[in-house]
Nanobody, 125 residues
Framework: VVELKESGGDSVESGGSLRLSCVYS????????LRWFRQRPGKEREGVAM?????????LAADSVRGRFTISVDLAENTVYLEMKRLNPDDTAMYYC?????????????????WGQGTQVAVSS
């Protein structure tokens, strides 16, 4: 059973920073992708950042969106992070961690992933 649990969401002021964490378990195949998505109020869920873990268990690529968000992974701790800087009210959203359902499943399609429950980020002006 694959499980993901996010944490780190909070209420911050504009210009602030947050680091989200996601502990995952149950992934028995390689390669796989770990992604962060978010859903802003009244909008569809969107991808934020992605990291690809290859067959030798090495994270090969990381996608940083907008230059303010950085994804990283600690494979020894099965934890993926999202470092967010210079937050603004438009970043207010529920942030979700997701992991591939099968090898090479790295598209943006929701069906390709196992999902966590989400962690709420609120940014005030």
């Amino acid at each position: 059973v694959v499980e993901l649990k996010e944490s780190g969401g909070d209420s911050v002021e504009s210009g602030g920073s947050l680091r989200l964490s996601c502990v995952y378990s149950g992934l028995t195949f390689r390669p796989y992708c770990l992604r962060w998505f978010r859903q802003r109020p009244g909008k569809e869920r969107e991808g934020v950042a992605m990291i690809y873990v290859d067959r030798t268990n090495v994270p090969l690529a990381a996608d940083s969106v907008r230059g303010r968000f950085t994804i990283s992974v600690d494979l020894a701790e099965n934890t993926v992070y999202l470092e967010m800087k210079r937050l603004n009210p438009d970043d207010t959203a529920m942030y979700y961690c997701a992991a591939s359902r099968s090898p090479y499943a790295c598209s943006s399609s929701s069906e390709s992933y196992y999902w966590g429950q989400g962690t709420q980020v609120a940014v005030s002006s």
